[in-house]
């Protein structure tokens, strides 16, 4: 299945249906008097948040969603119907924004969550409404409301445990190939990943949701590239492995970058708890390795992990550490007994 963050819908609630004008016909009674019911109301477009999706993929095949009006009032005092209501089904982590693609007017980030986005218009009255002791025959009625139409952009955020974030070509994919059973596209080249893969990390009885998310380039927070795409995603994670190319000539411009992104994107990404780790080490010497992540330490202010994903080099250090930062349940004491899967 083609995985899609990002569409673009049309949905109209319905229109109210219109009173009723009529009067009361029976035989041996006379002057029966108005008796034309309210129109029913128009359905409601209504979005619900399910589980079983992973991708906006079906808003590609279907942009319009249009809800049923109301039935018009008839006789003897009958109210129509109400029109159907329109349920529209996204994945967990959807946020529903308005054409401008600033206003927010849903998150959906918990399964069965529930949002209101376009009200069905109101029934219009019949003339049974309008009789009184000077008016006993009104012809009066109401027509329906109209029912609310829009533009709707739905944005997918994937939600995960972990996020691996870095410049193109900085060995995410094959990273995660090695510790889950995510089959991700790996090339010797850079923007091999166009879109998020997700997979689960396994530690005896417990279990995390590594993000491979599309690498960063300069600019990537004004758009540049899949920009604020990208980065959308990383909001949700919380925690970030941040993996560096040991063989790029100086490692830490390539660090540069992804911060400054970061931070120039905002929401809270740049606050976030990020693992550092050199990849690709088993392509350097040990004193080449040693320099650069020292000057990377040195320039981070924190420790860096030395790994190869390719090799599996130093990633059990990485994957113990990231266990503890998203607080998975039942890791105890004897963790460090019980082997995580290991799929290289």
Known sequence: MKFLDEAKIFVKS???????????????????????????????????????????????????????????????????????????????????????????????????????VAKGGDGGRGNARFKSSTNQAPRRFDPGWPGEEMW???????????????????????????????????????????????????????????????????????????????????????????????????PLEGYRTVRDEIAAYGHGLEDKPEILALNKCDALSDADAAEKRGRLAAEAGKAVHLISGFAGAGVDAVIWELFGLVGADGVGDDAEDQPWEVHR
């Open 14 to 116: 319905g229109d109210g249906g219109d009173g009723c004008v009529s009067f009361r016909r029976e035989k041996f009674i006379e002057f029966g008097g108005p008796d034309g019911g309210d129109g029913g109301r128009g359905g409601d477009i209504e979005f619900v948040c399910v589980e079983n999706l992973n991708t906006l993929i079906d808003f590609r095949y279907r942009q319009h969603y249009k809800a049923a009006r109301g039935t018009h009032g008839m006789g003897r005092n009958r109210s129509g119907p109400k029109g159907e209501t329109i349920v529209i089904k996204v994945p967990v982590g959807t946020q529903i924004l308005s054409e401008d693609k600033q206003t927010l007017i849903a998150d959906m980030t918990e399964p069965g969550a529930r949002a209101v």
């Open 152 to 250: 709707l952009w739905l944005r997918l955020k994937l939600i995960a445990d972990a996020g691996l974030i870095g410049l193109p070509n900085a060995g995410k994919s094959t990273f995660l190939a090695a510790v889950s059973r995510a089959h991700p596209k790996i090339g010797d080249y850079p923007f091999t990943t166009l879109h998020p893969n997700l997979g689960v990390v396994r530690l005896g009885n417990d279990e995390f949701v590594l993000a491979d998310l599309p690498g960063l380039i300069e600019g990537a927070s004004d758009g540049a590239g899949l920009g604020t795409r990208f980065l959308g995603h990383a909001e949700r994670c919380r925690v970030l492995l941040h993996l560096v190319d040991g063989t790029e000539a100086d």
